[in-house]
């Protein structure tokens, strides 16, 4: 069967800043339980990429993965945003999450503000506060062999500040591959009056699982016959 | 005459599993043949073709990331009663279930044999495997062939 791949990547975004590391805090689920990918749900995801390939070898079907980061805890995705300029921040303005650009103005975090009630408290912060954590990049020993090629592509959604990472996977190569996931962590700094997201840059590690069998004609179980019209 | 006509079937996964049927326009049919094929666009897709030319079955999903393949085109004799729609095949007893994972693997293309009598509708049912697991197979028994 024939389906685009997702692999969601949910991120205690708490801990792992507190740990300053994304292990035993960030669990990867995929769609793809009916082809037995396996440790599911845990930091150790293996996803099972099943080719297809015709008689001359050439590949049958293009298997496609799509990463979507969520953070748990942090403000639902869907939730309406609007894009904002940090400098612009009126003092009760609390910013959910920021734009922040290096010097060489590189995308970092895409975000907006939204007005938000705060507790009396000073100490305290709102539990819902932060931003989600964003992919920036894969890498790894997937990608230098050419099994794996991902790109980050533009999404009129804005979940996950309108970008979202996919690939494309060269199933004529079996084998398992790693592959690490570059995530933003956004850290929340400051006080209740200003608030604001410094992304922490983690990496995530995960493999793949390659195979490739060759595709038979369903009539016949081998090449073109004729049609069994009785 | 072309040589090749493709027939492409488009199912809505998550409705047909919701509806428990391929029908209520879960599963639609279209061809490019180059005579007036009937019904385009139904579940009752009745494709005209010509002796010697091969026809090619292909299945999408309309939702990308729901997985979907044809687990089996079956043909009935001509004046067979045609079988009610089955949204349940466990007790099909050629189609075991433990074989959805090669489902992916089978391409369905055949030639049109020289004894299909023109005019006459051959029916056929399609099996589609929708993920695994006793409510994944679903088939319907409407479209058909007709030589002309």
Not at chain 2, 53 to 66: C, E, G, K
Request: glycine content about 8%; overall charge negative.
């Amino acid at each position: 069967m024939n389906q685009q791949l997702a692999i969601l990547i949910m991120v205690d975004i708490d801990s792992a800043i507190a740990d300053q590391t994304l292990d035993d805090h960030v669990y990867l689920f995929d769609n793809m339980r009916q082809k037995s990918s396996e440790f599911g749900t845990t930091p150790k995801l293996l996803t099972v990429i099943k080719g297809t390939h015709w008689i001359d070898g050439s590949q049958a079907s293009e298997q496609i993965i799509n990463w979507l980061p969520y953070g748990i805890g942090s403000i639902s995705p869907t939730v309406q945003r609007v894009v904002g300029d940090l400098c612009e921040l009126h003092p009760t303005h609390i910013p959910k999450n920021s734009e922040f650009r290096d010097r060489q103005n590189n995308y970092l975090i895409h975000g907006g503000l939204n007005k938000f009630e705060c507790s009396n408290d000073e100490e305290s912060i709102p539990e819902s506060h932060n931003s989600s954590p964003v992919i920036t990049n894969i890498t790894g020993e997937a990608v230098d062999k050419q099994i794996m090629y991902p790109a980050r592509y533009g999404s009129p959604d804005l979940v996950t500040g309108g970008w979202y990472w996919s690939a494309a996977i060269d199933s004529s190569k079996p084998g398992m591959y790693s592959y690490i996931m570059h995530i933003l962590v956004p850290r929340l700094v400051g006080t209740n009056q200003a608030l604001f997201s410094q992304p922490v840059l983690m990496q995530c590690e995960a493999w793949i699982h390659v195979s490739s069998s060759p595709k038979v004609n369903g009539f016949t179980g081998g090449a073109i016959g004729l049609l069994p019209v009785i | 005459m072309r040589s090749v006509v493709t027939i492409v079937i488009a199912v809505d996964v998550i409705g047909a599993l919701s509806d428990r049927t391929l029908g209520n326009g879960n599963f639609i049919m279209m061809d490019n043949s180059v005579w007036p094929s009937l019904a385009q666009g139904t579940a009752n897709l009745c494709t005209l073709v010509q002796h010697g030319q091969l026809v090619h079955w292909r299945v999408v999903a309309v939702d990308l990331q729901t997985p979907v393949a044809i687990r089996n085109i079956r043909f009935y004799s001509v004046g067979a009663e045609v079988l009610p729609e089955k949204d349940n095949i466990t007790e099909y007893s050629e189609m075991p279930i433990d074989d959805h994972e090669k489902a992916h693997l089978n391409f369905w293309s055949g030639v049109v044999p020289g004894w299909m009598i023109q005019g006459m509708d051959y029916r056929y049912g399609v099996t589609v495997q929708m993920a695994k697991g006793v409510n994944s197979l679903m088939r319907i028994d409407s479209p058909s062939l007709r030589c002309v």
